[in-house]
């Protein structure tokens, strides 16, 4: 639930302190149930400078549950992912140290999935493999996700880190304090499921060892199934992506499975350490591109010509105007999901239905014309 201190003018001028310290108030009397309170400052707390530390503090005194800061306005740093680190410093400092010495019933299966956001949800397809290898997914950070999940955390066995970009922070932080290992995974395709459930498996018992390789054995058919309806449909197809997070490279084995080529990817918000992750996955003299302008990837379209293009809202009707389709892979294009086998199955039915899409038979894409104008020029 969302609530605003409604700020003004007037307390830009004499400060919103006390007004957010009502808020607080307000929120504990209104809803005596709720777990714990997160206060998010704007661009206006920013510039005036508002302690929120200082009033969240005397407030989760007052109410003896965690009042939660994020100070970050504009979701700060040069590509924004500063706002990802400061997040996680907000989880280590103010939620997790809350839980350190209470008493948990813990078990030798215990995992939380850390970076998923549950988009079309994934994070609850993820679940459910998860459980039919043994385990017991004690928290999702933050698709679906609690505070009380979070708090619990520290108590497991292994963090599973989807997106490295936005946690690989508060993960480096639990394994130094808590001892916990965290180890990146990838559910999108069979191929990389087969690889990811193994190496999960890995760090468990030969009863979790088992159960993995059963799960794998019963899904089998029901890939083959799909590989075989859609792969003649969709081999040799060519992809460019660009996309935020973990997708650039994790979507990559999905497409392969399918018998697509991604020719090019690249990220709005990536690091070194992801590009450095992302060139294993691709192939030869494929091309990778950093924070592009909308003009710079037009251009790197028109030179590359794929035959599909996976991207944002801000993407999608440039390039379905060029005739070109265009798949949504920040929100799945409200489809999904598109983590695990079921989500697998939904993946290369919505891909399909994007390059059958008989709409882009009467759309000439920007390179075709011109060829067709040099031909009538020879003429």
């Known amino acids: 639930m969302n609530f605003t201190s409604d700020f003004q003018e007037k307390d830009i001028v004499f400060g919103g302190d006390k007004k957010l310290a009502k808020l607080i108030e307000e929120v504990e009397q209104l809803f005596p149930l709720h777990k714990g309170i997160s206060v998010q400052s704007e661009c206006p707390i920013g510039l005036i400078g508002d302690d929120i530390e200082s009033v969240s503090k005397k407030a989760a005194a007052a109410i003896d549950k965690p009042v939660v800061p994020v100070r970050c306005e504009g979701f700060r740093g040069v590509s ?3 706002g990802h680190h ?20 813990s078990t030798p299966y215990d995992v939380a999935i ?6 079309g949800g994934d994070a609850w397809a993820t679940r459910i493999l998860l459980e039919e290898m043994g385990l017991r997914v004690v928290a999702q950070w933050s698709g679906d996700g609690t505070i009380a999940e979070m708090m619990n955390t520290p108590k497991v066995k292994l963090n599973l880190l989807h997106c490295y970009r936005s946690m690989n922070y508060i993960s480096r932080h639990m394994e130094e304090k808590y001892g916990i290992p965290y180890l990146e995974y990838n559910f999108f395709g069979p191929t990389k499921i087969i690889e990811s459930l193994r190496k999960i498996a890995a760090f468990f018992d030969d009863s979790v060892k088992e159960k993995t390789e059963a799960v794998i054995a019963r899904y089998k058919p029901m890939m083959d199934e799909i590989i075989a309806k859609y792969k003649p449909r969709l081999q040799g197809k060519k992809v460019m992506l660009y996309v935020g997070g973990l997708r650039p490279r994790h979507v990559i084995g999905a497409y392969e499975d399918l018998g697509m080529e991604v020719i090019g990817t690249g990220y709005e918000f990536g690091h070194n350490d992801d590009y450095d992750r992302t060139i294993k996955e691709m192939g030869d003299a494929t091309l990778l591109y950093d924070d592009v302008t909308g003009f710079e990837l037009e251009e790197f379209v028109k030179r590359l010509k794929p035959d599909m293009v996976g991207s944002g809202i801000k993407e999608k009707y440039i390039f379905q105007k060029m005739g070109i389709p265009l798949r949504q892979m920040h929100s799945w294009d409200y489809s999904g999901p598109y983590h695990g086998y079921d989500g697998f199955a939904i993946f290369a039915r919505d891909m399909d239905i994007a390059l059958s899409n008989p709409t882009f038979k009467n759309l000439t894409p920007p390179w075709k014309k011109v060829a067709a104008e040099e031909v009538k020029k020879a003429a």
Not at 86 to 105: Q, T
Not at 114 to 119: A, L, Q, T, V
């Open 114 to 119: 850390i970076g998923d956001y549950n988009i």
């Open 80 to 82: 924004q992912s500063l």
């Open 86 to 105: 400061i997040a996680n410093d907000a989880i280590r400092d103010w939620v997790l140290d809350k839980r350190d010495g209470a008493a948990y019933e």
